[in-house]
């Protein structure tokens, strides 16, 4: 059987015609900081692919700043909001979710132990935020509050105009982490109250290596790496011009085919959960109404976690349990804890994400190992 890949919130393939141009893009060496011929045209490489975040954003050309990956993008915004303040022994105190990925939850985990103040908001059994729980939370001291778009293992969507309002209204900075939702969503950076949004390239059928951050105003966060004067003197070192003219050709196609690609990952999606509804085993779905398509995590206690994976890989299929970072050591996931589920839930769930390249009979193969295997016991 061929392999199944049902692993898309951990990484993608990258795309066909990015693979056949990719040799073409190579030959452009030359620096973009340069001035002669050869960096101009690297620089043409870097300044269209900025151009095309930006315009899907709905942002200006230089609020877009390229970094090396998602977790560089949230940390530069962590670390460059509060390093000031630990300079300076001020106190300042930072808010993020208790749902958010390792590298908002560990740069925070660092950040506490310089003397940050750091909360967790609480999420419901849903696994989404309580923007009254978040009101209560906020001191005079909150100078950042950080709350992804799109979880990566049950993909919740979180009310970011709404948490943005509020913190807007108190004065206070907000990132989103939008890793999981650039290009599946629509996010307009000019009417949503968001001054730092991260994301990732190869999230989004790109090679791994390139990342981005919205800044709204640079003069709100310090740079982290010093050196040349690239990317409006907010991140130093020489860009990645080849991953980023990969990440402009995945722009420009995903948002070409946007709705046909939406649209079949719904499909996909529904027949998922059709076929679930049909089982005739024990199985819980975390699902809820403001679930993404192609996020779908699923139990069948008390098989566990790593049997299913593993169960699953001997037979060619690629699911996950819960983030890439916690599949290695396989902890019970902090997203299912903080939701409050049963034990033996968290135990055993697996994550199912599911990309544009899966097909129907993918789905099929699936269920016929599953059900091989379950009713086998
Ligand atoms: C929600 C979220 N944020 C951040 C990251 C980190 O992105 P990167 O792999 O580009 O560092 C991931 C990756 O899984 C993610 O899912």
Not at 25 to 50: D, I, L, T
């Amino acid at each position: 059987m061929k392999p199944i890949y049902f692993d898309n919130a951990a990484t993608t393939p990258v795309l066909e015609s990015t693979l056949n141009k990719f040799k073409g893009w190579a030959k452009v060496y030359g620096n973009p900081s340069s001035q002669h011929q050869f960096g101009q045209n690297a620089r043409e490489f870097v300044e269209a692919a900025r151009h095309a975040v930006a315009t899907t954003l709905k942002a200006p050309d230089d609020s877009i700043i390229f970094t090396s990956s998602g977790t560089e993008s949230n940390t530069l915004v962590l670390h460059g909001i509060f390093l000031p303040y630990i300079s300076k022994k001020e106190p300042a105190h930072l808010l993020i979710s208790a749902i958010e990925h390792a590298s908002v939850r560990q740069t925070a985990k660092f950040l506490s132990t310089c003397g940050i103040d750091v909360e967790e908001i609480p999420v419901t059994t849903t696994g989404i935020i309580d923007t009254e729980q978040l009101k209560s939370m906020i001191k005079p001291t909150t100078k950042l509050v950080s709350v992804q778009t799109i979880n990566n293992e049950i993909g919740t969507r979180q009310p970011i105009n709404e948490i943005g309002t509020i913190c807007q209204a108190k004065n206070i900075l907000f990132h989103t982490d939008a890793v999981q939702a650039f290009l599946k969503i629509d996010l307009d950076v000019s009417q949503l109250p968001i001054d730092f949004l991260s994301i990732s390239a190869h999230k989004c059928y790109s090679p791994k290596g390139t990342g981005a951050l919205f800044i709204r105003d640079k003069a709100t966060l310090v740079p982290q790496l010093k050196g040349g004067p690239q990317e409006i003197g907010m991140r130093a070192g020489t860009q990645n011009t080849l991953g980023i003219r990969c990440f402009q050709e995945s722009i420009e196609k995903l948002n070409e085919s946007k709705t046909r690609l939406r649209d079949h990952i719904q499909e996909l999606d529904s027949y998922f959960l059709q076929k679930i509804s049909d089982l005739e085993f024990e199985n819980h779905l975390l699902s809820n109404e403001k679930r993404t398509p192609g996020f779908i995590n699923i139990s069948f206690p008390p098989i566990s976690s790593e049997d299913m994976i593993l169960h699953m890989d001997t037979n060619n299929i690629a699911v996950s349990a819960g983030s890439a970072c916690s599949t290695g050591s396989l902890d019970p996931s902090h997203v299912l804890k903080a939701m409050n589920l049963p034990k033996d839930v968290i135990h055993s769930a697996i994550r199912i994400s599911l990309g544009i390249q899966n097909t129907k009979q993918e789905i099929d193969s699936f269920f016929s190992v599953l059900n091989k295997f379950i009713t086998g016991i």
